[in-house]
């Protein structure tokens, strides 16, 4: 069985280190990267199942780096998860709008987040041809 490729977009360090040990020992491989140009860059030399898409990203912030991936026919099967600690009403609406397939808050929950993930990549799947 191939383990699920997992990329994170968070500028924050600690963040990003919480969910690549986090998800690391659920046995996911974990990329990294801190805003949209080295998340650009990744995808171009490998496809992850799924995104963790910070929201308040330095320069092209996360809602439109995801419109970006979702308008890009190599990039809009990828799940998205959108992070964010500005968690205010309406919010979770844009993130859908923008084509954002979950949303979860900050501060990380550490016994939810491998569960929504688990779930997003199990609806990936059955929608793969």
Known sequence: M???PIL???DNPSNLKL???LLQAKGY??????DADE???SLRSSRPRLILMDLQLPGV????LTRRLKADPATRDIPVVALTAYAMKGDAKKAAEAGCDDYVTKPIDVE???GIIA???AASAKRAP
């Open 119 to 121: 779930a997003r990549l």
């Open 19 to 21: 969910v690549r040990v």
């Open 29 to 34: 491989v974990v990329t990294t990267a801190t």
């Open 2 to 4: 191939t383990v699920p």
């Open 112 to 114: 939810t987040l491998p």
């Open 39 to 41: 998340a650009l860059a």
């Open 61 to 64: 912030d996360g809602l439109e």
């Open 8 to 10: 994170v977009v968070d």
